[in-house]
């Protein structure tokens, strides 16, 4: 086992954990703000990819990739407003029914509609091929996604700590009676965040779909891998959630460098270690209302 | 693919008439014994990472009814397919149960996963009802996992082995190289890299490496980075399902030099590669290239009722449901023991290749002509499905249809 091969291993990983993070941190949003289980989102992640798709062979790639998050964070602002609203204050259970059907739904819609085939798709011509740093190998077009996902974590860093939208926010995570009390009404808070975190599960599908099959499941193949990494960052905390999705990525990468097959089960095993440790997380708060 | 609204709400209506239809059935056994429909079971994974893989299987099995049935169904009585999806081994051995004894189907059709079929086969012979298997590649459910009610429509991994095998003999990427294997880490996958390291040992080659890949692997980076350092000669896919699409794609996606090929690709997969990320030299046990007037007119019928391309999973759901139905239709009885014995007769069938094939009563094998493709690029691809190119038959066509067969070594035992 040569060092080099390792280190390579874990920069990947770091890579790799972009893409989970931009998944998991819509779901923790959600869950931390509405109390909402999203058991949908990866739906939503299916629904961005397929409308990459589709977009593509009409527009070309450049103004889907734009158009398709932002079409999906609109449709999050519908589906907030026909149903997440009536469930923040609700027994989870119920939202947790309410986001499977939706999940369910939406996989059967796109099979309806689509096939159960996988899609199609390929890498933007202007976005192939590979760069060589050092001894190092990495695809110009999951650079590319590094940099996107960068930047959209940022700007959801901005508008959740810098803005006066974004201390709301926080505070009626913590308390929304009280700010109800300061005579602030959350729901159109929770709206926007609703469209953000489900346009960042879109923005998501529409980055992966051409380095991986497009297909009806694809939302719940790596949903289960999203939620892990929110358990393992810990509930409500921004940078927990980062942590979690780089070190699920480099533990994913150097497991299967050592022993390929238990590649996938490795992130479970990381988070029963982490949850035995930190049973709220690496970086969990303590939000009154969950306790 | 059409983005056609109409077509999936008519296909919805269908569902829930059939729905209607299959709950109003529930009327004494007696009723329908002789004169009415008869009940053919369609089990086949639709979730999961076959998923897109059974859809096809179901249009494949209800084309293959729906034109047995215009033409007056067999011996005057119409055929009726119960479908469901067979989730997981557990479950797949449960719903054949339940359709076996309760739903009264006379014998099941389907299955992709070896797992499964496994399950399915055993559930099958306690019962001693025919399954036939359209999708389970295993040599395993040749050999030790036999059994004389278990049939197979699907080839097995020898054969896919043995025929992208020839190809890459003749390219000289076997003796004195080395192999990357990718492989799927479940019964088929364990099954054919054991097939493949045969064929690579007794053909004067070596492994590079030979990783195992979970099933819901997505992201196949960190294996592709593995196989740049172990530097190959040759890297060998035995993944299967949506497996092979993201490897594809992301094995193009990182511009490796080292030439891919594998031994079995699902024509979704590599559909679904997109152009010029699918290369390299495949086995197929039937492609919508196939040139005989039985595959053309196959085509047509898929394409008029569905509006796209069948692929290998329909051909195989759509055969083993006309081969059943030629069966019954010769013994006038649709009981199990006696479709048995007639398949294992060595009677021929037609399925739509240039040879007829036939099931040999060693191990239930449907005995066939087998392809070899290998990909084209994207300059030669005249449409998105023209992704490969046929390179010929294996056997050839002076050669006996046995030889790519598993070896009879003794390890199917079928009770006299």
């Not at chain 1, 291993?9 to 998991?24: E, S």
């Amino acid at each position: 086992m040569e060092v080099i091969f390792l280190l390579e291993q874990v920069l990947n990983g770091l890579l790799v954990g972009a893409y989970y993070l931009l998944l998991a941190l819509g779901l923790s949003l959600i869950f931390s703000l509405g109390g909402i289980v999203n058991l949908a989102h990866g739906g939503f992640y299916a629904i961005g990819a397929y409308l990459a798709v589709v977009l593509t062979r009409h527009l070309g790639w450049a103004p889907a990739f734009v158009a398709s998050p932002i079409l999906v964070a609109l449709l999050g602002v519908v589906v907030e407003r026909l149903f997440f609203q009536r469930f923040y204050r609700r027994d989870p259970i119920l939202s947790i029914l309410l986001t499977f059907g939706l999940a369910m739904v939406i996989e059967q819609s796109l099979r309806m509609i689509f096939g159960a085939a996988p899609l199609p798709t390929s890498i933007p011509r202007a976005l192939s091929g590979t760069v060589i740093v050092g001894d190092f190998l990495y695809s110009r077009y999951r650079l590319t996604i590094l940099a996107v996902a960068i930047l959209a974590v940022a700007a959801t860093w901005l508008i959740v700590y810098r803005t006066s939208f974004g201390r709301v926010v926080r505070a009626g995570v913590q308390n929304p009676d009280m700010v109800g009390a300061l005579g602030i009404s959350l729901k159109p808070y929770m709206t926007a965040i609703a469209a953000l975190a489900i346009g960042l599960a879109g923005l998501a599908g529409v980055l992966l779909a051409p380095i991986s099959g497009v297909h009806p499941a694809m939302g719940a193949e790596i949903l289960t891998a999203a939620f892990v990494v929110v358990v393992i960052g810990g509930l409500g905390s921004f940078w927990g959630v980062i942590i979690a999705a780089l070190l699920v990525g480099v533990v994913r990468g150097v497991t299967i460098y050592v022993f390929p097959p238990a590649g996938e089960a490795s992130i479970y095993l990381l988070m029963v270690v982490v949850l035995l440790i930190r049973p709220r997380g690496l970086l969990g708060e303590r939000i009154e209302r969950f306790e | 693919m059409p983005f056609n609204r109409d077509l999936s709400r008519r296909r919805l209506l269908q569902g829930a008439a059939g729905a209607t239809l299959v709950s109003s059935l529930g009327m004494p056994a007696v009723l329908r014994a002789q004169s009415g429909p008869i009940r053919i079971g369609h089990l086949t994974p639709l979730t999961g990472f076959l998923g897109p893989l059974g859809e096809y299987a179901q249009l494949g099995v209800k084309l293959a009814v729906s034109e047995i049935n215009e033409a007056g169904g067999v011996n005057g009585r119409p055929i009726e397919l119960v479908m469901e999806d067979s989730v997981n081994p557990q479950t797949a051995s449960a719903k054949a149960e339940r359709l076996l004894t309760r739903d009264d189907v006379v014998l099941i059709i389907g299955e992709i996963s070896s797992s499964s079929g496994l399950a399915i086969g055993q559930v099958a012979n306690r019962l001693n009802r025919i399954f036939i298997n359209t999708g389970c590649n295993s040599d395993e459910l040749r050999g030790a996992g036999c059994n004389p009610f278990m049939f197979h429509v699907e080839a097995a991994n020898s054969m896919y082995v043995q025929t992208a095998g020839q190809y890459l003999l003749e390219n000289g990427l076997v003796e004195g190289k080395s192999w990357y294997t990718l492989t799927a880490d479940y019964a088929f996958g364990h099954d054919l890299l054991r097939v493949a390291r045969n064929f690579l040992e007794k053909n004067g080659g070596t492994f590079a490496g030979e990783d195992l890949v979970a099933t819901d692997t997505t992201d196949f980076s960190p294996f592709i980075l593995k196989i740049r350092r172990a530097r190959p000669d040759v890297v060998i896919s035995n993944l299967s399902g949506n497996q092979v699409t993201n490897f594809i794609k992301q094995y193009a996606e990182f511009g490796l030099p080292f030439p891919i090929s594998g031994f079995d690709i699902p024509t979704t997969a590599a559909w679904a590669a997109g152009p010029g990320a699918f290369s390299g030299i495949w086995p197929s046990v039937w492609h919508h290239r196939v040139d005989t007037e039985g595959s053309k007119a196959f085509i047509t019928a898929f394409v008029e009722e569905y509006g796209k391309l069948p692929e290998n999973q329909a051909w195989g759901d759509y055969n083993a449901m006309k081969i059943v139905a030629a069966a019954i239709g010769e013994l006038g009885g649709a009981d199990s023991p006696e479709i048995a014995d007639y398949l294992r007769t060595g009677v021929e069938f037609d399925v739509l290749k240039h040879r007829p094939a036939f099931f040999r009563p060693y191990d239930n094998q449907l005995v066939q002509e087998m392809y070899a493709v290998r990909a084209k690029s994207a300059e030669q691809m005249e449409d998105a499905t023209d992704v490969y190119e046929a390179l010929g038959t294996v056997p050839l066509p002076d050669q006996s249809l046995e030889i790519i067969a598993p070896p009879r070594d003794g390890a199917c035992q079928m009770p006299a």
